[in-house]
């Protein structure tokens, strides 16, 4: 007998089928929320994780952030910053004093003898009051001024961020970027234009720019310096 293979049939692909919903009962769907609430902490309790999210809790008064904003600082109160001025200016113009008024007192006894001398000629002479001598004197005073504003104003700047009348009024001298003691160089340039201001007349006006800046309350030379003053404990 003769056999012949049948040719194979493809396979049906049986097409799957979708699980139909199941019809929640009227009235069902609460109480199915109801038991997966009471199901979901069952199971991680049995687990011992979970991938739900941890309730939000405010956060607590960390002292390292607190401490690290007071390092900031703001800017001081206008009074106690006029304060600390007043000290330095006084003891600043303490130490100028001690070497200018013997020089003002040498300076007039120079101009007297000039004008004498004039007179004695009989002739119109012009007397100069600024000459060889007294500008010298004059070089001397300034020269002092800058010296001992250097040694009482710019280092002690750079080094604490405070003078001697910062540090008793309670205030203190920060870079405007880094909130930290600025370097020598900026500390020299704020004390440079501040004294330069003040010999051209127009300290005041630099000084007094504090009242309508915002927000740091700059002055003209702390605009220069790329500074400001903070309140800082004493």
Not at 82 to 108: E, F, I, M, Q
Not at 176 to 185: K, L, Q, V, W
């Amino acid at each position: 007998a003769r056999s012949a293979a049948a040719p194979a049939l493809p396979e049906r692909q049986e097409t799957p089928r979708t699980a139909e919903p199941a019809r929640p009962e009227a009235g069902g769907w609460a109480r199915q929320v109801q038991q997966l609430a009471q199901q979901q902490p069952a199971q991680t309790s049995a687990s011992g994780s979970s991938d739900a999210p941890a309730p939000w809790k405010p956060p607590k008064d960390d002292p390292f952030l607190r401490a690290a904003r007071d390092q900031q600082g703001r800017p001081a109160p206008l009074g106690r910053r006029l304060a600390a001025r007043l000290v330095d200016t006084l003891v600043l113009g303490a130490v100028v004093s001690a070497a200018a008024v013997p020089l003002w007192a040498k300076a007039v006894e120079h101009i007297d003898a000039k004008v004498e001398q004039a007179k004695q000629s009989g002739e119109t002479v012009t007397v100069w009051l600024l000459d060889g001598t007294t500008g010298g004197y004059l070089a001397v005073v300034l020269g002092v001024l800058l010296v001992a504003g250097v040694v009482l104003e710019a280092l002690p700047t750079a080094k604490w961020g405070r003078t001697l009348g910062k540090r008793l009024c309670g205030v203190r001298v920060l870079d405007i970027e880094a909130h930290d003691t600025p370097r020598f160089g900026a500390a020299l340039r704020r004390w440079l234009v501040y004294g330069g201001l003040g010999a051209l007349g127009v300290g005041v006006v630099g000084a007094l720019w504090c009242l309508v800046d915002r927000p740091w309350r700059q002055c003209w030379h702390d605009k220069a310096a790329r500074t400001f003053v903070a309140a800082g404990k004493r």
